[in-house]
């Protein structure tokens, strides 16, 4: 399992990752509360921790990583609704690509067994510390 700390918005989050420098993993919603979305969270995460794998979710078909149809170059996708066993392989995924160099993805395109996977908040830090909550 994984030890998850959730953050209310992208401020918070940026706050949690200074606090938690083991954080594997950042997992964020495109679109979040608090005046940061998720691209942007990112973006800052990644100027501090340029090595910080990113796993965005999104139930929205434009967002801020998806252009012309197509998921940016370098990101992972999560769509909404999803599978927890969606959710654990995504995670599995990043962690594993982030010593190893990641493809852009999308992953999550079936209709049944699916979660809404959270309220748009982030959570900032994945560690194989504990079980998830």
């Given amino acids: 399992g994984y030890l998850v700390v959730e953050a209310s918005d992208g401020r918070r989050a940026l706050e949690l990752l200074e606090r938690h420098p083991e954080a594997r993993l950042l997992l964020t919603d495109i679109v979040m509360p608090g005046g940061l979305n998720g691209r942007q969270l990112a ?7 340029p090595d910080l794998p990113v796993l965005f979710t999104s139930g929205y078909a434009e967002h801020a990583v998806v252009h012309h149809g197509r998921v940016d170059p370098g990101v992972r996708l999560l769509t909404k609704p999803y599978r927890r066993s969606e959710l654990a392989q995504a995670v ?4 594993a690509d982030r010593s190893a ?19 748009g908040g982030a959570s900032p830090s994945a560690s194989d510390r504990g079980p998830v909550g």
């Fill in 101 to 119: 160099g990641a493809d852009a993805r999308a992953i999550g395109d079936g209709d049944d067994d699916r979660t809404e996977g959270g309220d």
């Fill in 43 to 49: 973006d800052a995460a990644r100027a501090r921790r």
């Fill in 92 to 95: 599995h995924e990043a962690l």
